[in-house]
Every structure is written in C-alpha cells, then in structure tokens.
C-alpha cells in the first residue's frame, strides 16, 4: 500500500485528493488546523479505513515535530504541500496593505512547504515513490503576471516557486523528487464559483502527472494538464 499525506485536508483542493487516493486504495495521512470541525474528512474516514486524520497547523514547527515523530513508522511515498491562504481574494484593492497579513502569507505559502518537506524527509527516504508536491500558482509566475494586486499571494507563490526548485536541486542525489503544479482555476472557496474547473477535473490532472513523474522532471513547474509555466 502507498502512503500520502496531504496538508489542508478538510476542503477544497485537499478534501479532493483525500478522496481520490481514498479510492484507488491508497493509506492517507490528511491533516488540518481543527479536525473536530472538518465535517466532510471526518465522513470520509468513516467511509475508508485508511484514512487517518491529524491535526497540524503547517506554520506550527512543534506540531510538524510532533506528527513526524508519530508516523516515523510510516514511508512517506507522496507528500502534498496543499496547505495555502490568499488573503486579498477577501478585500477591496483600495485597502492599505496589511504587512502583517503579508508576512503570515509567506509563512504559509512559502516557508511551511519547506519546513513540512524537511521534517518528512526520512519518511520519504524510505518509502518507494519519494515525491513531494508543492501546490503553487500560475500567479506565482512573474512572466505572467499583467495586472497589479494581489501582491501577497502573487509574491508568496514566486517564493514557493524559487525555494522548492532550489530543493529539488538538493535532494536529486537522495532520490528524491520535487513537483510544483498550478491546478488551474478550480471552483473551491479560494477560486470562486467562476472556476473553470472541478476539484475533481484539477486532481484528475494532477494526478496523472504524479503517476507519470520521473526523477527527470524534478523542478518543473507545470499546470495540471502537464504544460510547461514559465517562471
């Protein structure tokens, strides 16, 4: 049996892929922030055994320690870093700008995919697939950006960007992998109900690019449907 544990489980994007890999038989480590009120994980585990549900604020390095040393038995095969937060989706673009919300999106966007990464490392060592994905953003992209705002989210993301490409460098010789993947406009509550996607069509994607990775492609950054981004 593969083994995934995936950050920010209890909606969106990382309710989805528990729920995929739930049904191809996969053992799920799915974490969130408060998992008494994550109605929706807590069905799901009732409907699948291996599913287990841990309780992990990504920007907390005591927990991240904690949950380590509590699966240390377990071979990570594919670590999802899904955990993320886009502030300015919620506020008018005349606002001052908030540096201290800034600051917490970068410690959620951009140092906690490190830090998560890290503190799995050995899990991920011994395990057979050795991949981890970071979930990023064609925002986090500076070739593409045309239009202003969104400066915390778009910054965070080019951060996350430059840091796990960096990582991928340092890890190619233990064998390990690095994926970052822009899952497209999806209809969750950070896209929106305009998403052109379901989170079930974005996973699908991303899936098949998990499925498909090789040491090779360690370092992209590509969309869901296997497109190259520029950075």
């Known amino acids: 049996m593969s ?16 729920r995929q ?3 191809t038989g996969w053992r799920i480590f799915a ?3 408060f998992p008494a009120q994550a109605e929706e994980l807590q069905q799901l585990k009732i409907e699948h055994s291996a599913l287990t549900i841990h309780r992990l604020d990504v920007t907390d390095s005591d927990q991240i320690g904690a949950l380590a040393r509590e699966l240390a038995d377990h071979p990570i095969d594919l670590l999802i870093n899904n955990a993320g937060v886009y502030f300015e989706k919620y506020i008018q673009p005349e606002q001052a700008i908030d540096y201290e ?6 410690c959620v966007n951009t140092m906690s995919a490190l830090r998560v ?13 050795r991949l981890i994905v970071a979930i990023s953003s064609h925002m986090g992209s500076i070739a593409e950006i045309e239009s202003s705002g969104s400066y915390y989210y778009r910054s965070s993301k080019a951060a996350l960007n430059a840091t796990m490409k960096g990582f991928s460098l340092e890890l190619r010789p233990q064998q390990i992998g690095v994926l970052l993947l822009h899952p497209g406009w999806v209809r969750t509550r950070m896209g929106g109900p305009d998403g052109l996607l379901s989170p079930r069509e974005s996973v699908e ?9 090789t040491l090779a492609n360690s370092g992209r950054f590509l969309r869901y449907d296997g497109s190259e981004i520029p950075w």
């Open 21 to 23: 890999y739930a049904a």
């Open 3 to 18: 083994n995934v544990l995936i950050t920010g489980s209890n909606r969106g994007l990382g309710l989805e892929w528990c």
């Open 117 to 129: 990464s890290r503190a799995f490392l050995d899990h991920l060592r011994h395990s057979q697939k």
């Open 31 to 33: 974490t969130c922030r």
């Open 101 to 106: 919300a800034w600051s917490h999106t970068f």
């Open 205 to 213: 994607g991303m899936r098949t690019l998990v499925d498909a990775f």
